[in-house]
């Protein structure tokens, strides 16, 4: 069983349209969880990090994390072209290690 | 400020050759280290991480070895590649339990 999974899309929205984006995880004892970007060819940069359960608001970009389904989600409002790329979500556990899913892929159409 | 440097950006190699990739970190001391693969339609999986000179731990068995001769210097090596070997190397540093920061990665073509 996959410790982490993402539906790999690809989702496409037009511009301006809220992007939603999940992940579930298998493992209870994960504590933070971590979104990466991701363009083509390159490699990943963070986005932000949550701690446990709850909500965490960086400009256009919230992710949340509901630990009782072992559930998190990405929300990107107002999207733009720039944000067409990979999104992936990484709990972290020992020695800082990062399990990473599949990613989902977004295409913003302008 | 931090920089993580990644060589070759591009490499095909024949199967059965040795490969050596080496990752370098600027601007801090004492990084933990790790080494990652994405497949063609799979997602990044770790394959080494070190957190200290000579201290490499491996994640899955493979055909690689991982070594760190210097504090922020990471290299990744195989005596005879497969054609299951090709892939997006990444190598990423942290500093102790913060934040993890990939290099540009080197695409490898085995052949």
């Known amino acids: 069983q996959k410790e982490v999974e993402q539906d790999p899309g690809p989702l496409s929205v037009p511009e301006g349209a809220i992007v939603s984006l999940n992940c579930t995880y298998s493992?209870?004892?994960?504590?933070?969880f971590m979104w990466y970007r991701q363009y083509s060819r390159k490699g990943p940069e963070l986005l932000m990090y949550t701690y446990s359960s709850g909500n965490k608001e960086d400009g256009r970009f919230t992710a949340q994390v509901d630990k009782s389904s072992k559930y998190i989600s990405l929300f990107i409002r107002d999207s733009q072209p720039s944000d067409s790329a990979t999104y992936l979500c990484a709990p972290r556990y020992g020695n800082n290690r990062l399990a990473f899913g599949k990613g989902n892929q977004v295409v913003v159409i302008p | 400020s931090q920089t993580i440097h990644q060589w070759p950006a591009t490499l095909v190699q024949p199967v059965g050759s040795p490969l050596s990739l080496e990752c370098t970190v600027e601007?801090?001391?004492?990084?933990?280290l790790y080494w990652y693969r994405q497949a063609a339609g799979r997602g990044l999986q770790l394959l080494f991480y070190?957190?200290?000179?000579?201290?490499i731990s491996s994640e899955v068995p493979q055909n690689l070895s991982a070594s760190r001769p210097q504090d922020r210097q990471f290299i990744l090596s195989s005596k005879k590649l497969l054609l299951s070997d090709s892939g997006f190397y990444l190598c990423?540093?942290?500093?102790?339990?913060?934040?993890?920061?990939f290099g540009p990665g080197t695409r490898l073509t085995v052949l």
């Open positions: 990423a540093w942290s500093v102790r339990a913060d934040t993890q920061y």
């Open positions: 601007g801090t001391s004492n990084p933990n």
């Open positions: 493992n209870s004892a994960f504590q933070y």
């Open positions: 070190s957190v200290g000179i000579g201290q």
